[in-house]
């Protein structure tokens, strides 16, 4: 072999020897063991003195902070934190760089506001955030969906839904849920029918997975909550024939009532207890359902291997 | 071969001697006093800047000098190493040279080892000047100004990468492109932690892409620990002795690939 | 032993944007140079010799053939402790002095550390530098750093010196100066394979010399046969305002300029035409023989080929033929 060959060889081997070592070193580096103390600092927190950093180029920063924010909340979901300190941060300083990158908004009204481990807990900032969207886009009809969203799902505030909805509705570019949702708003606001069209149109309407998910998962829990209040209020209707509770499924199917043994979305049948009351077999697997859950325990919240971090 | 051990026996000596004469050269260059001149002024403009922000003046002495120290090194290796090569090329130094018992590995690795001491003693220039600031408004050094001395050194681990870059450009591209191509990388490896992150929610095409994209975009990001610094915070031992690996590992790849291109170049 | 061996050495480059069409720079050329010998490598700009120089120095690579030099192929990295190479035009580290110019070149040549400072003096005042060995290259002018790159290359005691195009752009004295220094070389029984296209400095060094044109080795010869090889002709010149009537019966080729003629005839008619002097009572001047020069046969072997290259371009009967 030549000299010239000979080098070649040993250089390329260098090459590819260092790649790897350095490709190892990358995943060392960048370990669960240093995400920890460093993604708990924000150096930054002034979206002014970021901009004026920029030099101009705010709208690409604003696209590293809003992928920043969305990594950060899937990290953090993913180590099943209960700490979300930096979600609002983020997601202030994106909107401030470029204050109509709209999916920041929705991703502040669907995981600024509920309570951990699914959110931050923080409503108040998910507001502050949509009226701050609100204020830069006052067209468009996402934000009042958003906003109309916050007060109906977790702020309960049906009155300022129905008014969110109805500003949503009267723009000259919008969506048919709107004015439904407003005219609902007011009468209807507690029953399945409106909450299941919210979460459809939230289904229908956003890009994002996480939050597809997080709706088809609210309408599963709706329709188990729905099943259950159903089958409760057959149980009530046997009782007041018959002067007493059924023992089974069964004896409700054979009095009529049923045309056969009901199941979940998971597949399972539905329970009948002693006390007449029923419940899921299998709780922990169907999440936010506020029936049909063994008395004492707390709507289960999806467990973090579920949730899709990756996409 | 008899001739052979007497050969590899002078190849480190060359190698020096190539070394030596590039930190000549560039000590010799005006431009490099200007540069180090204007990190210097930076340093000392800290201490003005320092006096308006009340009980922060640590915090931007440090900031600001360190941030200096970083872009004016990188400006320096880059306008340094890409006339490494293509400047013996144009100027046709190389051609006495490689008729000479020099390889042309011992060549690149000489320059690139020449290259870096001038940044080591270009940074420890600055670095004295930001010590000097230092002193200047915290009347004494504290225990946590040793953290200081962790950032610096990550500085000039980033200056091997840098140089290593600039030079492996610089093998087989002009100097205008190898400063376009270093400083775009230099640019992309400080956003390395988002790429990395955006790698890692990516898919498809797209997601492969990225995920070559984040392994092979020098990491600069990990390099800059002067945020955490100039608030006196602890750097883990972990993290020095992975960032000094990954910095001789990436240096060596991108002075592996120099060597193999130049190797097989035809010096027109 | 054959100083260099050039075996059917041949490189072409791939030129255009898309680098598809291929350019011949050296067409396969063999030539053997022996030791101790001074070779010319004459042609005209753009003719392949700094190609060839660049193909045995390792500086680029050949697309065919190989060659040896002092018996090692020429990526033997032994060869090149054995090797001087001055550029064309060269230009040096201007930032360095010559002093250390020099310096820096013999540690790179292997030249050990003990003696390397007095050799390098030593060479400075040989080529007359010794005063301006300390300033800066920057401040030299064209013949200083010719000289400077002529030091460089034989610093090391190299057996083999190849120099491109070393007298090109120097003033007479800078010339004479590099002329001697060849001379120097050759009395040290060193080889010395030089380019260029100044005729006269190849006809007063050179043993052999060889004849490139287009890529393409078109003559090699002794310049000492082609010089003594009389054509068997004599030119007389002498006073006179005309040419005289005799002459041109004789068969005289003949010019007039001023008051002097200058004509050609052929050797057997020498006496006849004296005659025809002296019977006009002419004054003569001179009267010799008709040598070759190397200027009609570079003349003659650059010439038939270019009609030749236009009607067949691939024939090549020409290579290496030895006059």
């Known amino acids: 072999m030549s000299a010239t060959r000979r080098t070649s060889v040993v250089a390329l081997v260098t090459l590819l020897a260092s790649m790897a070592g350095a490709m190892l070193m990358l995943n060392a580096i960048d370990g669960p063991w240093r995400n920890a103390a460093d993604h708990e600092a924000l150096y930054l927190r002034s979206a002014k003195v970021l901009q004026r950093m920029s030099l101009g180029y705010t709208g690409l920063l604003a696209d590293i902070y809003w992928t920043r924010a969305v990594q950060y909340f899937g990290e953090e979901h993913h180590k099943d934190s209960s700490n979300y300190a930096l979600l609002a941060p983020l997601l202030d300083i994106t909107t401030q760089l470029d204050p109509r990158l709209l999916p920041a908004y929705e991703f502040g009204a669907n995981f600024l506001a509920p309570k951990p481990p699914l959110g931050a807990g923080l409503p108040d900032a998910a507001l502050a955030l949509i009226d701050y969207g609100i204020k830069h886009n006052p067209d468009d009809w996402r934000l009042y969906y958003d906003l109309g969203f916050l007060y109906y799902t977790e702020l309960k505030d049906y009155a300022k839904a129905a008014d969110a909805f109805r500003r949503g509705a009267e723009l000259p570019v919008t969506n048919m849920y709107m004015s439904i949702l407003a005219a609902r708003m007011a009468q209807h606001a507690g029953e399945f029918d409106t909450a299941r069209m919210l979460w459809r149109s939230t289904y229908e309407n956003s890009k994002e997975p996480r939050i597809q998910q997080n709706a088809v998962e609210h309408l599963l829990a709706l329709r188990v909550d729905e099943d259950v209040t159903q089958l409760e209020n057959i149980v009530a209707k046997y009782r007041e024939q018959k002067g007493r509770l059924p023992a089974s499924m069964n004896d409700l199917e054979r009095a009529g009532f049923l045309g056969g043994t009901p199941l979940d979305p998971k597949g399972h049948p539905y329970m009948l207890m002693a006390d007449g009351r029923i419940e899921v077999q299998d709780p922990q697997n169907l999440y936010f359902i506020t029936k049909g859950l063994p008395p004492g325990m707390n709507p289960p919240q999806p467990p973090r291997e579920k949730r899709p971090t990756s996409n | 071969m008899s001739s052979d051990g007497m050969n590899s026996g002078g190849m480190k000596w060359r190698i020096g001697y190539i070394a030596f004469n590039t930190f000549r050269e560039a000590v010799r260059d005006r431009v490099l006093y200007n540069l180090i001149a204007f990190a210097l002024l930076l340093s000392g403009a800290a201490i003005l800047v320092s006096q308006v922000s009340i009980d922060i003046e640590r915090l931007v002495v440090v900031n600001l000098g360190l941030t200096a120290v970083s872009l004016f090194g990188v400006v320096i290796a880059i306008f340094i190493g890409i006339g490494l090569v293509s400047k013996e090329i144009d100027k046709r130094t190389l051609y006495t040279v490689l008729s000479r018992p020099v390889r042309r590995w011992e060549f690149v690795v000489g320059k690139f080892l020449g290259l870096t001491g001038t940044l080591v003693v270009n940074t420890l220039f600055m670095s004295f000047g930001v010590f000097l600031a230092l002193l200047y408004v915290a009347h004494r050094f504290e225990r946590m100004d040793g953290w200081v001395l962790v950032a610096l050194y990550f500085i000039v681990l980033q200056f091997l990468i840098v140089c290593a870059l600039a030079l492996f450009f610089s093998s087989f591209s002009t100097p205008l492109m190898s400063a376009v191509f270093t400083f775009a990388l230099f640019v992309v490896g400080s956003l390395a932690e988002d790429l990395r992150g955006f790698a890692r929610i990516a898919r498809g095409a797209t997601g492969a892409v990225a995920t070559a994209a984040a392994y092979l975009v020098p990491n600069f990001s990990a390099l800059n620990v002067i945020g955490q610094v100039a608030h006196g915070d602890a750097i883990p031992a972990r993290l020095i002795l992975y960032n000094t690996a990954y910095a001789l590992l990436y240096s060596a790849m991108a002075i592996s690939g120099a060597v193999l291109i130049f190797q097989r170049r035809n010096l027109k | ?323």
């Open chain 3, 1 to 323: 032993m054959a100083a260099i061996e050039i075996l059917d050495l041949e490189k072409s480059y791939r030129v255009g944007f898309w680098r598809s069409r291929i350019k011949p720079a050296l067409r396969p050329l063999r030539l053997t140079i022996e030791a101790g010998e001074i070779f010319g490598f004459l042609g005209p700009n753009g003719a392949g010799k700094t190609t060839t120089l660049k193909l045995l120095m390792g500086l680029v690579f050949p697309t065919s053939g190989t060659a040896r030099i002092l018996g090692m192929e020429i990526d033997d990295p032994r060869v090149k402790s054995q090797i001087g190479f001055l550029p064309e035009q060269p230009y040096f580290y201007d930032y360095l002095s010559a002093r250390e110019l020099l310096n820096y070149y013999g540690q790179l040549s292997g030249v050990p550390a003990k003696g390397r400072a007095a050799r390098v003096e030593q060479m400075l005042g040989r080529v007359g530098l010794s005063d301006a060995a300390g300033m800066q290259l920057r401040k030299f002018s064209k013949g200083m750093l010719q000289r400077v790159g002529l030091t460089q290359a034989i610093l090391h005691e190299p057996k083999v010196v190849f120099l491109d195009e070393p007298m090109s752009g120097l003033d007479p004295m800078g010339r004479r100066e590099v002329r001697d220094l060849i001379q120097q070389l050759r009395s040290e029984g060193k080889t010395v394979f030089f380019s260029t296209h100044i005729l006269s400095d190849a006809e007063a060094l050179c043993d052999r010399v060889g004849i490139i044109h287009q890529g393409e080795l078109r003559g090699v010869g002794s310049v000492a046969e082609l010089t003594s090889e009389t054509q068997g002709k004599v030119e007389i010149i002498f006073y006179a305002e005309r040419v005289p009537a005799g002459l041109t019966s004789l068969g005289a080729e003949a010019r007039v300029s001023g008051e002097v003629v200058n004509a050609v005839l052929p050797e057997e008619q020498q006496d006849a035409a004296l005659e025809v002097l002296r019977r006009e009572r002419l004054r003569l001047i001179s009267l010799a023989p008709v040598r070759s020069s190397l200027e009609e046969y570079y003349i003659q072997k650059l010439k038939p080929a270019e009609s030749m290259t236009a009607e067949k371009p691939k024939e090549d009967n020409r290579k290496g033929a030895v006059v």
